[in-house]
């Protein structure tokens, strides 16, 4: 069993702390996953919150041991998309402006410098694109639950991400970065 299920057993049993270990433990990377689908840094967290919010008060939900990352990130999702939909006014844009908080959460996740080049890279694929590399190689979620994320079959997350890999590759090169 790993670790996130077995907090999330003690947060079943009562003990919350299982629930607080959690959130501390997949806050920043979900807030920075928000943020790629071009939510601002406020609007990010609170939608992140929402999200743990929503895993509290519903908390008989979840199976333990069917991906505890998987089932927060569709949360998430859901809540982005509906949010977006909600204020379809808002413009979404590839380039935002960066706040102090997102300097603080980026350099938590992206820790070697390389990723800033990389970085730069991914803000040049498509929004789709950009989430499917995210959840596959920053976040290392199967492609099944990745799937189950984005609402797409196994067979096109599969297509779909050799193309965007094809298409990053390509990007990086013309940027100089030997891959």
Do not use: C, W
């Not at 996130?4 to 959130?23: I, M, P």
């Not at 803000?123 to 596959?136: F, N, T």
Request: hydrophobic content about 40%; aromatic content about 10%.
């Amino acid at each position: 069993m790993n670790q996130d299920d077995e907090l999330y057993r003690l947060f079943l049993s009562g003990d919350n702390t299982g629930f607080e270990e959690l959130v501390l433990r997949h806050k920043n990377h979900l807030i920075y996953y928000l943020r790629r689908l071009g939510l601002n840094f406020a609007d990010a967290e609170d939608l992140a919150q929402d999200a743990f919010v929503t895993i509290l008060l519903n908390k008989e939900q979840y199976k333990v041991g069917k991906g505890f990352k998987t089932y927060l990130y569709t949360i998430a999702h859901n809540k982005a998309v509906d949010f977006i939909r909600k204020n379809s006014r808002m413009v979404l844009v590839d380039e935002h402006v960066e706040t102090e908080d997102d300097f603080l959460i980026e350099k938590h996740v992206l820790a070697e410098e390389s990723k800033g080049i990389l970085n730069k890279a991914i803000k040049e694929l498509l929004p789709e694109e950009q989430e499917l590399i995210y959840l596959v190689e920053f976040e290392e979620l199967s492609y099944k639950d990745v799937a189950g994320v984005m609402k797409l079959s196994l067979a096109q997350v599969k297509v779909k991400l050799h193309r965007t890999r094809k298409k990053l590759e390509k990007i990086l090169k013309r940027e100089g970065f030997s891959i």
